[in-house]
């Protein structure tokens, strides 16, 4: 330790005239407000901003100076045998040098900034958003990186050697597999990860470039090449293994399975036979991995995906959106998995800027992609554009679905949404055709409201709005799919958003201080029973397992919504057409499966396979019609 | 001789610069207080030699120990009792020779710095003096003021009179010598300056293209050389069993250099032989280096 601070007072020593430079310099702050055009200021910030500027630049490019030459100008000029014919080790001489140029390099800085903060203390609290120890500390951390950097690239080319090429290789080499690693999470949007891999190199290679001077020096001593040799055998070395580390602890993090998720959130297709499960996996810095289960075999592959991941209506297949950012550009890239026995994921090559939402056919042979106010349909086998339009009046909320192959129809509902009074809603409803690429109006639907949603069958032939327009007061409206002629009107009470069932009936949920429970209602609106569900003051509908039977889920007093769990929760098996509760799992929810995107629901569950989230937010394979249930996940 | 005896111990030293061999399998002890003078033609070796020596360079083969520690791996133990002038005067130039020895009373164990004071002064030289601004005869005095100040139980000087005049040599040999006769400290030098050396050094070794080609005690090597002139006729040495280094043209007669000269074998080389005037005389170190590595020497 003597050593390294005799060594590190010598570099001080040595540069003297660097500090009387630094003196010099502090005063130029004083006579900057006489500069043209920055009168206007206050002169306590423009000696601080000056002071502040003049302080870092001088202090950062004495470092790179430093870094340059310390060691390896002295290697250079043979010079260095001064301290290797002395009692000095290696250590004491890089540790020493390196110490000397980070205190000269804070001395600096120091020195240009102290008269000034001590003139104009306001000035520095205005002008810069940290205090000046913070400034000081970034400066001082900067100059380190810097120093070292310098040494490391000055002995590259002043060695002159063969080796500088391999130094490039691996530069580019390294810098390409640390991207890779990096931009594969990024665009899983895994910021945590992204976090762990940076550090991971970084530490590295900040150890490689710290520990490299002192390696170089034990090995090479007073030969040039061999010093450069040494430093960039240590130097590649620890970031390489930087670099695997990062790769092992990203393979670690990627091979996080189902069971290793913590409170999984999942959304079934219609069907139930397929499930997308994600949550944050274990101990992997908030990754959060997402898994299309098969839920009849319990089998699950990973999906790549970083927005929201829908299934078809038909349940045929998942879709959703990659998106890719750059600081500049974001892009969009459709991902299509086709469910089945043996289906292989593809990534259809339809590229588009931004990001957005989709909507797929149910044969999946189109996408329509919505980015801002346009809207483009794809052919997705090859990615070829077929028709584009941009969106009249977009509102608060833009849902489509194609009825055809040729057609897509888009419901845009335009309106504000009030709490405190009414006001005017409207539905409008286009169709793009896309072979003549042309989009008109076929509906047009006004309403006062203080909230509005809208969902339609199967088909899409009749939609329904769920429509509140007082402090208690809701109502569900029948409408055209296409032209939004109103049908059947249903007033009600505290309706919760209802779900137009397979065979045209109608299920709502109500909540009133006399009445919780279920109400079936016929095609044309008439009340056909109500059905009283326990602990109903809120539920919603599941889906339908079967026909006649609807998995219902309803939340009871002790219930909280901000845990994924079935907490307070419980799942009932409800046959409408007796009115019966035939099952019932108490402190298990179900997903609530519905795209935001097409407003059509889905089919029926005829297998009666969901998942259900227990109280500590396991997931569980259930059948809604043997009421068998299987540990999934969690 | 054991290692624990030797001050310098070279054992089978190769260092290579590519596919250039500059050491070549060397070999050679110093023993503890003797004098040994390392000799070779520029390029012989002699400095890559001395930095394997000095701790500073890794010999690709072969191992060096000084007081009989590794000076590769034990390098800063070494250089604690070891006092080092290199060839090239190294000391950062902006410091002053005040500063250099304040440097240097911090690194090493055993310091005296009014002996590093006095020699100062003795070579007249300011110890607020800026190191860059010193003369090379100088630069050379501090540093071996500087060598001797920490008391070092071996002196390694590479080339120390190179550049100097005659008066700046002979004054750092008289410290030299002074040094040694204080202190019995073991010396090993590498010099141009061979007459400067002769009257100092024990052993000598000649390097040439890289080997060792000598390495004896200095009386030995000069009572085996001779240079025999004849006065007539061809010199048939062989008569005598007299082993010929050189032969050349000498006047009418002839004049021949041999390396295994006695007394015995030159007066049957003599009796044997219709000669004429013969004569035996003693060689210089000088002239016997010239004939070991000189352009003849490397011939033969």
Avoid at chain 1, 48 to 61: H, M
Avoid at chain 2, 70 to 97: I, L, Q, Y
Wanted: one cysteine or more; hydrophobic letters at 45%; charged letters at 20%.
């Amino acid at each position: 330790m003597t050593h390294v601070l005799t060594i590190a007072a010598r570099e001080i020593r040595d540069r003297t005239f660097v500090l009387w430079t630094a003196a010099a310099v502090a005063l130029l702050p004083f006579f900057a407000q006489a500069l043209p055009g920055i009168q206007r200021w206050p002169r306590a910030d423009i000696i601080a901003g000056t002071a502040g500027i003049l302080a870092s630049l001088v202090a950062l490019g004495l470092a790179v100076l430093m870094g340059g030459t310390f060691i390896a100008r002295d290697l250079a000029d043979r010079r260095l045998s001064f301290y290797f014919s002395r009692p000095v080790s290696a250590s004491s001489l890089w540790f020493g040098k390196l110490l000397g140029a980070t205190v000269l390099s804070g001395l600096v800085f120091a020195i240009i900034s102290i008269p000034s903060l001590i003139v104009a203390r306001s000035g520095w609290k205005g002008t810069w958003d940290q205090p000046p120890h913070m400034v000081a500390t970034l400066v001082l951390g900067l100059s380190v990186l810097l120093i070292l950097v310098a040494h490391a690239a000055s002995t590259m080319f002043r060695a002159r050697s063969m080796v500088l090429i391999a130094d490039l290789i691996l530069m580019v080499l390294f810098g390409a597999a640390s991207w890779m690693l990096i931009q594969s999470f990024l665009s899983e949007g895994a910021s945590g990860v992204v976090k762990r891999l940076i550090l991971m190199v970084a530490v590295m290679t900040l150890t490689g470039l710290l520990g490299a001077g002192a390696w170089q020096l034990s090995r090479g001593r007073t030969d040039v090449k061999r010093n450069h040799l040494e430093m960039s055998k240590f130097l590649w070395c620890s970031i390489g293994a930087g670099v695997i580390l990062a790769a092992l602890f990203a393979w670690w993090v990627r091979s996080a399975s189902l069971t290793d998720l913590e409170q999984p959130q999942a959304g079934q297709n219609g069907t139930g036979e397929f499930a997308i499960v994600r949550g944050v996996s274990r101990g992997r810095a908030g990754y959060m991995p997402t898994f299309l289960v098969d839920t009849r075999t319990g089998q699950s592959t990973r999906l790549v995906a970083n927005t929201g991941l829908h299934f078809t209506r038909n349940g045929n297949a998942v879709f959703g959106i990659t998106e890719t950012s750059t600081r500049t550009r974001t892009t969009g890239q459709l991902r299509v998995q086709r469910l089945g026995r043996d289906a292989k994921p593809e990534t259809l090559p339809v590229t588009f800027n931004g990001g957005g939402d989709a909507v797929v056919s149910d044969d999946l042979s189109r996408a329509a992609v919505q980015h801002g106010p346009s809207i483009s349909v794809y052919r997705i086998a090859d990615g070829r554009l077929l028709a584009s339009a941009r969106l009249p009046d977009l509102g608060i909320s833009a849902r489509a679905f194609f009825p055809s192959n040729d057609v897509l129809r888009i419901l845009l509902v335009k309106g504000q949404s009030n709490a405190n009074a009414p006001g005017p809603y409207t539905l409008r409803i286009l169709e793009l055709d896309i072979a003549k690429r042309r989009l008109t109006t076929t509906g047009l639907w006004h309403t006062t409201a203080r909230w509005l949603w809208m969902s339609a069958n199967a088909d899409g032939s009749t939609l329904i709005a769920h429509r509140r327009y007082g402090p208690e007061g809701t109502e569900m409206q029948m409408l055209d799919g296409r032209t939004a002629m109103p049908g059947v009107s249903i007033p009600g009470m505290h309706f919760r958003p209802p779900r137009l069932l397979s065979d045209g009936r109608l299920a709502g949920f109500v909540g009133g201080k006399n009445v919780k429970g279920l109400s079936i209602f016929s095609k044309d609106g008439a009340l056909e029973r109500q059905i009283v569900l326990p602990d109903s003051g809120w539920g919603y509908v599941a889906g339908e397992a079967g026909r006649g039977k609807l998995v219902v889920v309803t939340r009871g007093a002790g219930a909280s919504t901000g845990e994924e769990t079935g907490r307070g929760y419980q799942t009932v098996v409800v046959d409408i057409d007796r009115g019966t509760v035939i099952r019932k799992e108490s402190g298990f929810y179900a997903p609530n499966s519905w795209s935001w995107k097409d407003p059509r629901s889905e089919r029926p569950n005829t297998s009666g396979d969901y998942l259900l989230t227990d109280s500590n937010g396991v997931l569980w394979r259930w059948n809604a019609l043997t009421g068998s249930r299987q540990k999934l996940a969690g | 001789m054991s290692g624990a005896e030797a001050a310098v111990r070279v054992q089978e030293v190769t260092v290579n610069y590519g596919r250039r061999v500059a050491v070549d399998d060397v070999s050679f002890t110093v023993p503890r207080g003797s004098v040994y003078a390392l000799l070779g033609r520029n390029g012989a070796g002699k400095s890559s030699l001395i930095r394997c020596l000095v701790g500073q360079q890794r010999a690709d083969r072969g191992q060096v120990r000084l007081l009989d520690l590794d000076s590769w791996t034990d390098r800063t133990k070494v250089m604690d009792r070891v006092g080092v002038v290199p060839e090239d005067a190294d000391a950062p130039p902006g410091m002053t020779v005040r500063q250099i020895g304040d440097f240097c009373n911090r690194v090493y164990s055993r310091w005296d710095r009014a002996t590093a004071a006095k020699r100062l002064e003795r070579f007249s030289i300011d110890g607020g003096s800026r190191f860059g601004t010193l003369s090379k005869g100088q630069k050379k005095q501090v540093l071996l003021a500087f060598a001797l100040a920490m008391s070092p139980e071996v002196l390694v000087l590479d080339d120390p009179t190179l550049g100097l005049d005659v008066v700046a040599r002979k004054s750092l040999f008289d410290e030299v010598i002074a040094e040694l006769a204080d202190r019995g400290t073991s010396l090993l030098i590498t010099t141009h300056d061979l007459a400067g050396i002769e009257a100092l050094a024990d052993r000598v070794g000649i390097m040439r293209d890289g080997k060792l080609v000598v390495d004896e005690e200095m009386e030995t090597l000069k009572s085996r050389y001779r240079r025999i002139r004849v006065a007539g006729g061809q010199v048939a040495l062989a008569a005598g069993n007299l082993a010929v280094a050189n032969v050349r043209q000498w006047g009418s007669g002839s004049e021949a250099v041999v390396s295994n000269y006695d007394e015995v074998a030159f007066e049957r080389f003599r009796a044997s032989a219709d000669t004429g005037h013969t004569d035996a005389s003693a060689m210089s170190l000088e002239e016997i280096f010239i004939e070991i590595a000189g352009e003849e020497g490397a011939k033969s």
